[in-house]
């Protein structure tokens, strides 16, 4: 890795900024549209159309990635979210700039593939375990960085966004929907502390 | 969206005031000239949102950046540590972190509102010079200070109750704290088991219906994010609305300042700002108040440089932009074994201030404050991409487990501190970067003093014996390292008797120009403990008064 386009000044890793990445040209053209954006991707990820941006072959790479990163448990994973929904929508808005970067880093990232495992075509083929070990290895580049980046906000994100389908991410986290209002108590030491219980246990 | 029924003064005419910014200062001075039959006119670079256009939505408000009016890559604000190095736009977060919006920063703060203390304001005089520091004492003391506390406990709106350090007040406070989280109460355990003393959080938020408007939801969406039903003390709530009512303001959204200019008598005459569509306009006035915040009204004065005054406006001491104060911060997470659900609610409901004054036992100056708060486990992405254990995996089904049992059991405790006053530590103005209004763009030079650290490394320890103390399963420190940049903007234009060490006397009037005031963070000659909008507003409204009796007095 390390090629100038994938510097971190397009991928970050950790807590950065989705606007430092993606050139944010929606917060240029202001909130309207964001919403349309929204309003697409949602209608997209439900019926099922076909990719806007992404080839089928290589949303099958980032959305096997992906699942990796959140896998499929007892509860649902990245795939099930439909993370791969809120990529390609978000591939061709609030990360457009980073189309070009992603495209080129998954290319590197799949010739790492294929002297790893000579044969395998593309990462998807592998098997799970193998995945993660490849995986392992990738874990300090910017691509991965980026991509775990954009798993993350469409796993939790609002499902607006074309991922974090039926609020799955939230619902990992104990959080049911987004709710607006809530009262005292709200854990169960607050609890504690209101019927009176000494606060020294 | 500006009010349609707000009165509109023709910009070839000269009002009263023009004040540039319209945050936690500048709100109230709109809100103080204006009902004192003042015509005002605000003039602000950020649109006029109002409680209905904020969202829960983090994608858009806490990475896109909505409420700053975008990311670095708009603003291109730059940063270096010292003066050796050439400035760089950050790739990620921009230095100098501030709202564009009517309301500024007060529409997005946490809304902790400590008073500064007595010793805040004279600390120098207490402790003696410091080496390579700029360190001194306020012109003015708390005494001086404390009924404009009061006024911002009463009209801005403060819930909380006294704890067994504050200062006096003349006044309770107007409504009791806002419910006690677990968060606090886990802090207040391990405070009650270390001999410390946690006392209930003053907030700007209000638990009780008060001054027609509600009381918080308890939503939690407090931290970067504007309150949706306005119990949030904002200007914008608070302030903004009686300002309209007065018929003497008017307010400008989407009106970038660039340049203020002056006279042949050398006082300013007009402020000259691109208008929503981008073209230059002007306005004309009798007095000009810059509220704009401690990095943008540097920033205006050095590109408000003339011939007459090269240095840029109201800087014959040299001391604008200097002596930039961020505070320091230092972070620790606890994990317990029962639910917290810390994402419910304020973020702060307890704090401790006994390490509040400096200590020379310690070795280092410096004095601060802890919090315990959600802080990462307020929101889903920003929990999942940063909150996690740092010795834990950070993706596959380990990493999943991790983020199902921990959001709801995990809290911070952030610690706060002072920040020495250095001259290298400034705000000046970058050779080649422009905003997206073509204005040059501010460049921060940083590097804490070193007891800047080590008062935060003192705080952070006592945090991680906090957490063991109240019987976390599992707690972890981040390492203290430098500031890069921050919201608390302070110190850059302060005030003081000395027109050689000082930008504005204790009035807030420049020292050079005498038609122009300066009121914000950046009027601040010491950092305080970490919470400085208190602080801002206060000031706000005592030099409101200065003002105001000076310009009927037709000595502006």
């Known amino acids: ?201 | 969206m500006t009010p349609e029924n707000q009165v509109r003064f023709d910009p070839a005419s000269t009002v009263d005031f023009v004040i540039v910014g319209s945050g936690s200062a500048g709100g109230i001075l709109a809100k103080e000239l204006s009902t004192a039959g003042f015509d005002v006119v605000v003039l602000e670079q950020g649109p006029f949102r109002t409680a209905a256009d904020f969202t829960h939505d983090e994608i858009a408000v806490a990475f896109l950046h909505e409420l700053l009016g975008g990311g670095p890559e708009i603003h291109q604000q730059t940063f270096r540590d010292d003066e050796s190095q050439v400035a760089v736009v950050p790739g990620r977060v921009q230095p100098a972190e501030y709202v564009q919006g009517v309301g500024g920063s007060s529409v997005h703060f946490t809304g902790n509102f400590w008073r500064f203390r007595d010793v805040d304001f004279r600390e120098r005089s207490l402790l003696g010079p410091i080496d390579g520091t700029t360190f001194a004492d306020w012109p003015i003391d708390y005494a001086e200070l404390e009924p404009y506390y009061t006024r911002v406990d009463w009209e801005i709106g403060v819930s909380g109750s006294p704890g067994p350090f504050d200062p006096p007040r003349s006044k309770p406070f107007p409504m009791p704290p806002m419910p006690v989280k677990s968060s606090g109460v886990l802090l207040e355990r391990g405070a009650n088991k270390l001999g410390l003393h946690a006392q209930p959080a003053p907030l700007a938020i209000l638990s009780q219906p008060f001054n027609d408007r509600p009381p918080c939801i308890n939503c939690g969406y407090c931290m970067g994010f504007g309150c949706e039903v306005g119990a949030k003390s904002s200007t914008l709530a608070a302030m903004i609305p009686l300002a309209l009512a007065s018929g003497h303001c008017e307010i400008r959204p989407e009106c970038a300042v660039f340049r203020l200019e002056t006279g042949a008598n050398g006082k300013i005459g007009n402020v000259v700002y691109y208008d929503p569509d981008g073209k230059e306009t002007s306005q004309k006035a009798r007095a000009v108040v810059l509220a704009a915040n401690g990095v943008e009204t540097p920033r205006l004065l050095l590109n408000s440089a003339s011939p007459r005054y090269p240095d840029g406006l109201a800087n014959s001491s040299g001391f604008v932009g200097r002596n930039l104060m961020l505070n320091a911060h230092a972070l620790a997470n606890g994990v317990f074994e029962h639910t917290l659900n810390d994402y419910k609610g304020v973020q702060v409901t307890r704090i401790i201030h006994d390490f509040y004054d400096s200590d020379p036992a310690r070795g280092f100056y410096g004095g601060g404050g802890l919090d315990a708060r959600p802080l990462f486990s307020a929101t889903p992405i920003f929990f999942a991409l940063a909150g996690t254990p740092t010795d834990g995996p950070s993706w596959g089904a380990g990493y999943k487990q991790t983020l199902a049992h921990n959001f709801s059991r995990q809290m911070s405790i952030l610690c706060s501190t002072t920040s020495l006053a250095l001259d290298r530590n400034n705000i000046t103005i970058d050779p080649t970067h422009k905003d997206k209004w073509g204005r040059p763009s501010l460049r921060m030079t940083y590097k804490d003093h070193p007891d800047d650290l080590a008062m935060a490394g003192f705080l952070l320890d006592k945090a991680m014996e906090l957490f063991d103390a109240a019987g976390a399963e599992k707690a972890w420190a981040y390492p203290i390292g430098g500031t890069t940049g921050g919201a608390h903007l302070l110190g850059t234009c302060r005030m003081g008797d000395d027109p050689q060490t000082s930008v504005v006397d204790r009035y807030h009037r420049s020292h050079d120009i005498s038609n122009l005031f300066i009121c914000d963070g950046s009027s601040f000659v010491t950092s305080g403990r970490g919470q400085p909008t208190m602080t801002i507003m206060a000031l706000a409204f005592r030099a409101a008064e200065h003002i105001a009796r000076a310009a009927k007095a037709n000595e502006v």
């Open chain 1, 1 to 201: 890795m390390g090629s100038e386009p994938l510097s971190r000044r397009h991928f970050l890793a950790g807590s950065g900024s989705f606007a430092a990445l993606v050139g944010s040209p929606l917060l240029r053209a202001g909130l309207p549209g964001l919403v349309a954006f929204s309003a697409s991707a949602c209608t997209a990820r439900d019926e099922g159309a076909a990719f806007e941006v992404l080839g089928a072959a290589e949303a099958r790479e980032f959305e096997a990635i992906a699942a990796r990163i959140l896998p499929t448990t007892d509860t649902p994973g990245a795939r099930e979210a439909g993370v791969i929904w809120f990529m390609d929508k978000s591939f061709g808005s609030i990360m457009k700039d980073n189309l070009e970067s992603a495209r080129e880093g998954l290319a590197e990232f799949q010739s790492g593939v294929a002297a790893a495992w000579p044969g395998a075509k593309v990462f998807s083929d592998l098997d799970e375990n193998e995945q993660d070990r490849y995986l392992q290895t990738q874990e300090e580049t910017d691509f991965f960085g980026f991509v775990r980046f954009a798993t993350i906000a469409g796993f939790f994100g609002m499902s607006s966004y074309g991922g974090n389908r039926d609020n799955v991410g939230w619902k990992l986290l104990g959080l049911d929907g987004q709710h607006h209002a809530w009262q005292a108590p709200f854990g169960h030491y607050d609890a504690e502390y209101m019927r009176g219980e000494q606060n020294d246990a």
